[in-house]
């Protein structure tokens, strides 16, 4: 890993200083989590993504327009949790391609061409496949699904997705025996994607965005291919025009913006394992039991229509309360050892 080498003490410019003002809100946030001192240790981006609530509302975004889609509700997998507001939804986003700020994504993504939009899945399978997505998005019934979202950072959303089960697009490549785990890229272009094009905007990733699921993960009927939420088209900062969504893990496997999907045989790489293997596992199981190395993962802020002082604090759920659809899947593995 790469990092950007710090200028002197003494090179400080005035206009560099944390404002009073911003310095004394840190604190009175890191009180209200009850983080404390801990909150001193936070990451940057984490710092900053707390602070983003409260800043003043922004200037008025010109979103980038999505279309209705026709849609079943699911029956078998709804929540009674209430859900996010569509607002929140749309501009509290980690899309570091845009930048590493919550609200970076919805400001800086809106020009992201999404159409045409291919998809390859290759691999370990008899039939490799390069899909056009809007004609795959009118091929597949599509479902509402309201799941949870739990972010590593410990802030959690209630989503109605809109997609297709991600076994689905799978088995249309038809794998072959050695196909044991599911690799996944998000599209490379760092002419649209200002984080790709800069390390210090995209927070020091090495880019293409690289996620990974075991197969039977992969192939369980959870596992999510989203295209839409909220009944329309998924925006380009939720990572139109198609994303996965797996609601048993941290947010971050739920990778945005898919180019390729490909089937191999040994565990693939994953980003933010890369970036930091000692605090991002491959498998990213939500674990109240097991805390991120820097704060608790035992509760968490649910996001509602205020800000975050006036979150519901909430206890985290094992597998964010999907256990009875995949704990089986865990029963060998050490879920302390492999987070």
């Known amino acids: 890993m790469k990092y950007l ?13 944390t404002p009073e003002e911003v310095f004394r809100a840190r604190r009175q946030i890191a009180k209200a989590l ?3 001192a801990i909150s001193a240790s936070l990451p940057l981006n984490v710092q900053a993504g707390l602070l983003d609530w409260l800043k003043p509302e922004s200037e008025s975004v010109d979103l980038a327009p999505r279309r209705d889609l026709a849609f079943e509700v699911s029956r078998n997998y709804g929540i009674t949790d209430e859900l996010t507001p569509e607002e929140k ?5 980690n899309f570091y391609e845009f930048g590493t700020s919550k609200t970076d994504p919805v400001k800086h993504a809106q020009g992201l061409k999404t159409s045409p939009w291919t998809l390859t899945i290759d691999g370990e399978v008899d039939t490799p496949l390069t899909l056009d997505v809007e004609e795959l998005i009118g091929s597949m019934p599509l479902e509402e699904r309201i799941y949870r979202l739990r972010c590593v ?3 959690s959303m209630v989503i109605p997705w ?4 991600l076994a689905e697009l799978i088995k249309r490549a038809n794998p072959n025996s050695r196909a044991k785990y599911v690799a ?3 599209l490379y272009d760092p002419k649209q994607m200002p984080g ?23 192939m369980n009927p959870l596992t999510l291919v989203s295209v839409g939420l909220y009944g329309r088209t998924l925006p380009p900062q939720n990572g139109a025009p198609i994303r996965l969504v797996v609601p048993w893990k941290y947010g971050f496997k739920s990778i945005k913006s898919i180019v390729r999907i490909k089937l191999v045989e040994k565990m693939p790489p994953t980003t933010w394992n890369l970036l930091a293997s000692h605090e991002y596992g491959f ?16 509760s968490e802020r649910r996001i509602g229509a205020g800000g975050l002082l006036s979150a519901k604090r909430i206890p985290t759920e094992m597998f964010n309360g999907y256990g009875e659809h995949v704990a089986q899947m865990y029963t060998e593995l050490n879920l302390r050892r492999w987070y």
């Open 34 to 36: 009850g983080l404390g």
């Open 184 to 186: 996944f890229e998000t």
């Open 89 to 93: 939804i749309l501009t509290h986003n």
């Open 5 to 17: 080498a710090r200028k002197a003490w003494d090179k400080h410019r005035e206009k560099d200083v």
């Open 283 to 298: 498998y990213a199981n939500v674990n109240p039991q097991v805390d991120h190395p820097r704060w608790s993962q035992a």
């Open 153 to 155: 950072e410990a802030w």
């Open 162 to 165: 809109l997609g297709f089960p």
């Open 196 to 218: 790709q094009a800069s390390r210090f905007v995209g927070g020091g990733i090495d880019y293409p965005y690289v996620e990974g699921l075991r197969m039977d993960e992969a």
